[in-house]
């Protein structure tokens, strides 16, 4: 999936990855995050608990890899009820690319590690419409504190 943006590339990348565990705190979605492990870089084991408002309590996220000059960034769901019992994990891919307005292009792969016989064919599409949602408010946000 592709998210554009006008932003920065560089300043969304710090803000969608680096930045994340503040932006992404809204009382419906994020309540906290936790490192359990880790200095935030590859290796780092975070426990994110959800708001009032999420179907969710909590997921543990383990960062897989992360390259700051090349704007990468994977990451692994590896437990918790965000994995619906359906799954062994979730890993997610994202690389920023500068567009030509100046802006960038989210690239956001996801692989879904099932566990034997099960579809997620809706889980995947409601996944993608919370990740643009989710982009689009960091954006938001961005373009209403350029100085964040």
Do not use: R
Request: contains cysteine.
């Amino acid at each position: 999936m592709e998210i554009p943006s006008s932003i920065p590339a560089a300043k969304m990348f710090k803000a969608l990855v680096l930045d994340a565990d503040i932006l992404i705190l809204m009382p419906q979605a994020v309540k906290n995050v936790e490192i359990l492990e880790g200095d935030g870089g590859v290796g780092t084991v975070k426990l994110i608990h959800f708001g009032e408002g999420s179907q969710y309590k909590s997921f543990k996220h383990h960062v897989d890899a992360l390259d700051i000059e090349n704007l990468t960034h994977s990451y692994s769901i590896v437990e918790g009820d965000a994995l619906m019992g359906i799954l062994e994990s979730i890993t997610y891919h994202i690389k920023i690319v500068p567009s030509e307005n100046g802006g960038w292009i989210c690239k956001n792969g996801s692989i879904y590690h099932t566990k034997e016989g099960v579809e997620i064919e809706e889980k995947i599409k409601e996944g993608k419409e919370k990740a643009t949602v989710m982009s689009k408010a960091i954006e938001a946000y961005l373009q209403a504190n350029p100085d964040a």
